[in-house]
C-alpha cells in the first residue's frame, strides 16, 4: 500500500482548521491519532513493506503524527479560549440603564387643573364610574323620557339597578352625577371638583373616545351668582392657560343648570389654533330640581357648577392632534411629557 505523504498533511490542515468547536475537533484527533486513526494503520503496514518502502513510510507517519499532534493542540488551546471568553462575565462593560417611566399626560393634566382649584379652597372628590339612571339623569332634571338624554348616548350594563326597579345600571356619561351624591353626603357650603373617566358610545376618531376624562366643579352655598361663576372660571383659565387668554361665555342648555353656558378660549399658545374659539368647558347655575333631588330644602341654597374634558384641554395645550395618542401607549409619544 502507498500513502501520499504530502495530501495528508493537507487534509490534517484543513480538518484542523475546521473544526469549530473541541467535540469536532475530538473527532479530528481521532481519526489521525487514536487507536483505529490513519497514523497506527500506517505503522501496522510498515510490517508487509520493503526495506526502502519502510524508510519513506517510516518518515511519512512520523511526520504525520507531530503535524497532527502540534496541530490538534494549537487548534485545541483557540477554541477553549474563545469558549471561556464567551463565558466570562466582563464586569467592566457599562450595565444597561432601564429607562424611568413617567406619569401620563392625562393624569398630569388631571392633577394640574385640580391644584388649581385646590389652591382657591376646593376639595377633591369622586364619584363611582358605574352609575344609576337615577343620578346620571334623573336627579340631573334629565327625565328618562326625554331627548335631552339623546345627547348623552349612554352605556348601559346587563346589570339590574338593585335601587329601581326594571332599571340599568350604566357607565356614567359625565361627571355631573357626582354633584348629586357629594351634597347628599356633605351640607353646604361645599366647593368640590369631581375629576373621573366617563364613558360614551361614540364612534373613535381623531377627536372622539368612548372612554375620556372629565373634571366637574361644583359651589353651593348662600347668595352664589353667575358673577361668582365667571369670575372662578377666568382665574381658573389665566392661571392655568395664561394671562392672555381670551375667554367668551356663550349661552347653552343643560337641564341640570340654569341658566347655561359653554366657555370658549383663545390663545396663541395653541400650535395651530390662533384666532379661534375653542369650547372648553360647560357650566351653568345649579337647577333648583337637582337641589331637590339632593334633597335640599328648595330655595335655601345657590349654587354654581361646570364641566371640562381633559383630553381636549391636554391637546390644545401640548398641541396634540389626535386623541386616540393618549391611549396608543407609544413610549415615544408618551416620554415627551
Ligand atoms: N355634564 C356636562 C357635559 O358633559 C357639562 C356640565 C357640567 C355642564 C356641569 C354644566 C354644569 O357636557
Redesign the pocket.
Known sequence: MTWDIEKIKTEVLSDVQAAGTLEALEAVRLKYLGKKGLVPEMYAGLGSASPEEKKSLGKGANDIKVLAEAQIAERKAALSLSAKKADALDVTIPGVARGLGSRHLIDQTVEEICDVFKNMGFVIQHGPEIESEFYNFSALNIPLDHPSRDSFDTFYLDAKDPAAAGRHLLLRS?T?PGQVRVMQKHTPPMAVIIPGKVYRPDAVDASHSFMFH?I?GLLVDKNVTFADLKGLLTAFCKKYFGDDVKMRFRPHF?P??EP?AEVDIQSNIFKGRAGKWLEIL???MVHPKVFEAAGYPAGEQMGF???MGVERIAMLKHGIGDIRTFVENDVRFLKQF
Request: glycine letters at 22%; charged letters at 5%.
Open positions: 359625565h355631573s372629565q366637574e343643560f341640570f343648570t347655561s360647560g357650566c351653568g357648577a361646570f364641566g
